[in-house]
Every structure is written in C-alpha cells, then in structure tokens.
C-alpha cells in the first residue's frame, strides 16, 4: 500500500467508527467546536457583564430619585425617601442612646483635661451611641467666644491626638482640629476604627491579619449593619449631643479627610441637622469601589447613590470638597493603602483592596455631576464655619501642646473600641434568630396549599432584597454541545447556554442510552463544590470528595447534568462578588440566571420530564442547593450535602475555628441575612416540595450540634404541614463528600424511579 493511500484508508475507518457512535452534538444545536477552558472563559464573561453594569448605574440611578428643585423645603421633602433608603444601605439603623451622655475619661494618673495653653483646653471623652457602646476621642474647647460645633474626623490611620496637634504625626497645617477650635470652633474628635490588625482575631482560635474595619465589617454585615453605619451613628450621637434642649444654637459642622472625609461625606447625608460640610481627600467617582477596600463595600450603594448623589443629600447646606494636591512626601491627609496588614506567622485571609487619592479629574467630574443633579440648590462654598480652613493658623501664637497623660497608649483605645463594636455585633447576631421568628408570621401552615401562597412575598424578598435579582434571559435559547465521554451506559455532552451578553450558563449533560422513543425520565442537577468543575462528578475514573455521584446517577437511569457554576479562579471570582454587591446584585444572581436558563432548556429537551428535575449539590453546590431551589420552584426537591448548618452563626461566630471569620472567604456575606432567613428560613422556601440533608459527622464545615439545631426548624415545619415524609436527614461516619446512600433513595422515591436505589 503506498503512503499516500493509507490516511485516506485511515480516515475511511474513523468515520465508520464515527457513524456507528453516539453524535458529536445533539439535534436543534449547534457544534461546540471551541469550548477551551469553558470554567475560566465563563468568569471572564460575567467580569464583562458586571462592568458594564457598573458603568450603567450611573444613568440608571435617576429612576430613583423625583428631586423637587423649587425651593428648600419642597427639595428636602423629595429627597426624604432616599435619605431613609440611604440610612438602610449603610446600616444605619441601629437604636441610639437618649438622651446621649458625655463623660470625662480620667483615671489616677490620667487627667481628663489632656492638654491646655491660653487659647484652648482638650479633654478625653467619650458618649454613648448604643446600649453598651460608647465613641471615644477629644473634646477642644476654645476658651473664647465659640462660634460653632464641629465633629472633625481624620483618616482612620491618624489618631484624635495627631489631628488635635497634641502627638507627633502631622505637619502644622494638616492639624485640623486644633485649626478648627483656633479659629473659635468647639471641635469634637471621634477615634474611627482603623486599618491596623492587632485585635482582629481569637487568641484561643487564630488571629487573622483583617483591617479591624474589616473584622467588624464582615459581622456587621450579615446583620444588616456596616462599620461605615456605626460611625455615621457615632457622629449623629455627637450631633444629638450638640443639639440637646437647652444647649445654645450655634452652627453645626462636620469635616473629614480620607476614611474620615467618607464619615464626614455620609453623615452630612444622613442627618439634616449638620449645617455644613467639608470632605477633604475622599470625594471622587465610586465605579471602581470594588478594588477599595472591602470594608467600603456596600450592599446596592451604586444603583442609587454614587458620591455625587450622596452629596445631593446634603443640598440646600453648604458641602465644601477639597482634593489638596500632594506635595513631594504626599498629602498627608489624604491615605494611600496598598493592600492590608501583610500576612505573617499564619495571620492571613483579609480581602484585597487598595486607596489611592483622588485624582482631580475625576474629583472635578463627580464634583460638577452633584452639582448639575441639584442644580441651584448645590452650594460648594462655606457660609459661617468652614471658610477660614486654609489660614486657621496664620499668626497663631499658641505654643506647643503636650499630652498629660503619661501612659497614654492608643492601641489600648483601639481595642476597646474594637471589641465594644464587636460584642454590640455579636449581641444582634444572638437576637436575630427572634427577628427571624416575628418577620415570618404571616406565613400560614394551616396546610400546604395555603402556606405555598403565603410564602410567595417571602420568596420575591429572598431573591429581590437577599440574593438580588438580574432580568430573565435576554439572549435567544440556542444551544451549543459536543460529545464529551461515550460510557456503556450513558453518553456525556458538553453544554453551552447563552443568558445575557457575554454571560453563558455550561454544564455537561449525561443521557442514558436505554432511552425509549417518547419516553420521559427524571433529571438530577448535580452541582460541584467551590474551585469545582462538572468533570468532577460525572468522570467515572476521578476518585475525590463527589464519589463521581453524577455518573453513579446516571448509570441508574437518572438524566443528569452537572452545571459549571462560576465560582472558581479564586480571587477572580470573589471580585465578581466585589462587583455585583453594589449594584444589589450577588454571585448567587447570576448563577438563578445561569439555572432558570438551564431549566428552561432541559424541558425542552424530548427525554425530559420538566416535573421532575432534582438538585443535589456538595459543599459551594450545597450553598447552590439552599439558594436556587428557593427561588426557582421548578427545582422539584432539593439535597443539601456537606453545607448545611447553622449559617448565620457560621459566618459571624468569634469562638470557633469553623467560622468564615478566620478564613479567606469574603464572599460568604450576604447583606441583612441574619435579620430574614438562615438555612431553616431558605429550607422554608423550599417547602413544600421534598428536602433533605446529607451530613457526614466528620466533616469539618461545621459540629453536628449546628447543624441539628438548624435542622430541627425545618423538620418541624414539615411535620405541621402535614409532611414528614418529605423532610430527612442522612447521617454517614466520614468527612466533607457525597456518600449517595439515604440520598439515592430519597431521589428514587420522589422522583418515583425505584432503579435509582
């Protein structure tokens, strides 16, 4: 045979061996021919997607806001609602002390009159915010006639002492607190929580290298609250305290520079009572809030309110911006973060995030953006206290102040402050399971069908406030496949589904080969675990934590497909989750876009009953079980493997090393969550469709304790409806894995496929 006929030999037998096999794509798609690494190229889509919706809120921001610019009084009135969704945003919301108390900080060997020349005295004080929480800083009081009230607020990494002048830190002018009182100003200076790491942390657990504005963030978080709120709160305690009954009426202003200037910017915002603003070396576009540190992240900020809009909160009252330009050793008001407290000796697991100043041009955009939002109201010029900011001390002849506290240190104020936020968290995290309890008493048990209506608000809440909710599909239902695997049982398909621009939804699809013409079978989702890929459950030869459950299923006669959910890549798709949270939305609102996409193609598929498809998911999937079914009824029951459990406690709990507080894993925070649903309040939504837990007594997510404490709920929901044969728990002796016993069999008896076993 000469060379040139042996491939064209060759390629004859390929393609009767090809004819004789299962077809490279399914019928009514189209070849995948390019699918590449599909997990990696579908977090790159979605990354597309969210900035573009960044960019979009911008314009998108105007449908909430019905300005009235006729006069003072008509625009205050119309802008009342979003100041009261603003408050909620930022976490806002908590009950202050009233009246609120001023006390003098003193011990025996620490006056509380720190500081004292012939202009001015300052003493250490503290005031009450919360039950059990207390600000803390400086009082300057000008010992002549005092022409207004100021709250001065410097960056986080500058302490009460520096910005008073009384600790070494700060050149002369950047003094602002002294400057403040010089020029007839009582100034009080509250300690903002900062970015060091010292007490971030359990010394009987680990201690972490988080911001300790992340260390409360993350706690502050799940409750509905915000470290960013707290301060606010504290500087409207200091508002309450300067506006109590009998006090003299004089004006009231706030300033602040770096984090300070965010404060300072947010609780003019917030309370009406301030009369004028100043925010130095904050102000700027906030699109890009998700490389910022993730403590300035907040839950739908962006869909509302971007700086510009925040500053029309404070029209008709004088806001001033400054962007001080840096000189050649920088500004020193202005912060520069490049990341946080380097990992060291097993602290690690902060979030990225970084601080630049502002750059002029972009000041200078967001700046004429406030200003064409509230038209002649916006006022950038100060009226009676902020005017003098730049020769505050021309020709002062104070001499240099000292503190006279000998010991004073202020990492001891710092970790008091710390762990008073910290506990006042913890407290609400204690009594959220009671709030849980009162917001879902109207649903109705009196029987299945009435508690299915009476939960609908529930869940239009879950997915539209909780998770967040993106449109349905825009992108046409076309289908792309190509043949994966050929087992003796069953073919594999590699799925692509398009959603919205750039967002696809992809899985692999296994169809057993017994299927008879017309004949419907059952679906299981089966959904991989964090870091995961569908490969992983349904590759008869891979041994790992999934036991490839997929295609045991399929070998059983289940239609199964495994979806590729996006999280994975690591810190590429925990920025998506930085993305999405300030437009409202969630990593869990793309993936409820990705499976109702999925869903809606599996029933159109000919050997699918679109009644019967299940969801099974491991670990991340376990997370994916809880969610999804939730939201989308057409999941007909759901398994929940290696994640159930006691989820609020999970994500906040200070005194046990299964907490995500002591890990890298940011991304777990869902806004407001501790206040509406834990998991019994998502198995809840699932109700009344079967639900089942399977939980492996070793597996380290979390103690049996939490999770049959958290089940308890669930079950009892069930037995009052009148079905408890619908509700289970599984319990094997092994680790974090499926194990596919009491979960077969509960597949098998609700789908009614009894070869499932």
């Not at 009231?252 to 004028?276: M, N, Q, T």
């Not at 900011?389 to 010991?407: I, Q, V």
């Not at 239609?559 to 999280?567: C, H, L, M, R």
């Not at 939504?685 to 049959?708: M, N, S, T, Y």
């Amino acid at each position: 045979m000469s060379r040139r006929a042996l491939p064209a030999l060759l390629a004859a037998m390929l393609g009767l061996i090809d004819s004789a096999s299962p077809a490279q794509s399914l019928p009514e798609t189209q070849l995948w021919n390019d699918r590449g690494n599909a997990a990696t190229a579908m977090v790159a889509g979605i990354h597309r997607f969210a900035d573009r919706e960044l960019a979009a809120s911008v314009l998108r921001r105007q449908a909430h806001w019905n300005r009235d610019l006729s006069s003072h009084e008509a625009y205050s009135k119309s802008i009342a609602p979003n100041r009261e969704r603003f408050l909620q945003r930022i976490g806002a919301i908590g009950q202050r002390v009233s009246p609120v108390e001023l006390s003098f900080v003193s011990t025996p060997d620490s006056p509380a009159k720190v500081a004292e020349d012939a202009n001015l005295s300052i003493y250490a004080v503290r005031w009450s915010v919360y039950p059990g929480v207390d600000a803390e800083g400086l009082l300057l009081e000008p010992k002549g006639t005092i022409k207004a009230n100021v709250i001065a607020l410097p960056d986080c990494a500058i302490t009460p002492e520096q910005f008073a002048g009384i600790a070494p830190g700060l050149p002369r002018p950047a003094q602002r607190a002294r400057n403040f009182a010089l020029d007839g100003c009582r100034v009080i200076v509250p300690t903002l929580i900062d970015r060091s790491d010292e007490f971030s942390g359990n010394s009987k657990v680990r201690m972490t290298n988080l911001p300790h504005r992340e260390w409360i963030y993350r706690q502050a978080y799940e409750t509905g609250r915000h470290i960013i709120g707290y301060e606010v709160d504290e500087v409207r305690a200091a508002v309450d305290l300067f506006t109590r009954p009998g006090q003299p009426k004089l004006p009231l202003g706030v300033a602040g520079a770096g984090e300070g200037g965010l404060i300072a910017l947010y609780s003019a915002a917030a309370d009406p009572r301030i009369d004028e603003a100043l925010v130095e070396s904050y102000f700027t576009a906030r699109e890009s809030v998700w490389a910022e540190p993730i403590y300035r992240n907040v839950w739908g900020l962006l869909e509302e309110f971007g700086d510009a809009e925040i500053a029309s909160l404070i029209a008709p009252r004088p806001l001033v911006i400054v962007n001080s330009p840096a000189n050649s050793q920088g500004n020193p008001l202005a912060p520069v973060v490049a990341g946080p407290p380097p990992a060291r000796n097993g602290r690690a697991d902060a979030a990225s995030g970084r601080i630049q100043p502002p750059k002029r041009e972009a000041v200078e955009s967001e700046t004429e953006r406030w200003k064409k939002l509230a038209g002649p109201l916006a006022t950038d010029q100060p009226v009676s206290i902020f005017g003098t900011l730049e020769n505050a001390s021309n020709g002062e002849t104070s001499e240099s102040l000292k503190d006279a506290r000998p010991h004073f240190d202020p990492r001891t104020r710092m970790k008091r402050l710390v762990e008073g936020l910290s506990e006042y968290t913890q407290s609400l995290i204690r009594t959220s399971e009671l709030r849980r309890y009162a917001y879902w008493a109207k649903a109705d048990n009196a029987s299945p069908e009435r508690y299915l209506k009476s939960i609908d608000p529930y869940r239009t809440a879950f997915h539209e406030e909780l998770i967040g909710a993106f449109p349905n599909a825009t992108e046409p239902l076309k289908a792309k496949t190509v043949r994966l695997s050929d087992e003796p049982k069953w073919t594999g398909y590699a799925v692509e589904l398009p959603v919205w621009p750039d967002v696809v939804a992809s899985g692999i699809l296994l169809l057993p080969k017994d299927l008879k013409p017309g004949e419907r079978r059952p679906v299981v989702v089966c959904q991989h675990g964090l870091e995961g890929r569908p490969e992983d459950l349904v590759d008869p030869k891979l041994k790992n934590v999934y036991n490839a459950f997929g295609a045991q299923l399929a070998d059983r006669g289940y239609i199964v497909y495994a979806p590729q959910n996006p999280y994975i890549g690591k810190e590429e798709f925990r920025l998506l989750q930085r993305k999405l949270n300030p437009l409202k939305r969630s990593l869990f609102s793309v993936i409820v876009g990705q499976h109702a996409r999925t869903l809606e193609w599996l029933s159109t598929l000919p050997q699918v009953d679109p009644q019967r498809i299940a969801f099974y998911g491991l670990s991340y999937g376990g997370k994916t079980a809880m969610r999804v079914p939730a939201i989308l009824t057409q999941y007909c029951l759901s398994i929940c493997s290696g994640d159930f459990n006691e989820w609020v406690v999970k994500n906040t709990n200070l005194e046990r090393q299964y907490s995500y507080m002591f890990t890298h894993e940011y991304d777990m925070y869902e806004f407001g969550l501790a206040e509406r649903f834990n998991y019994a309040e998502m198995a809840a939504l699932i109700a009344p469709r079967p639900f089942q837990v399977e939980r492996g007594h070793k597996d380290a997510v979390a103690p049996d304790e939490w999770i049959g404490y958290e089940f308890a709920k669930v079950k009892r929901l069930y037995d009052t409806l009148g079905l408890a044969d619908r509700v289970d728990i599984t319990y094997f002796n092994a680790g974090h894995q499926v194990e596919g016993k009491g979960t077969f069999d509960f597949l098998a008896k609700h789908l009614n496929w009894p070869t499932g076993r």
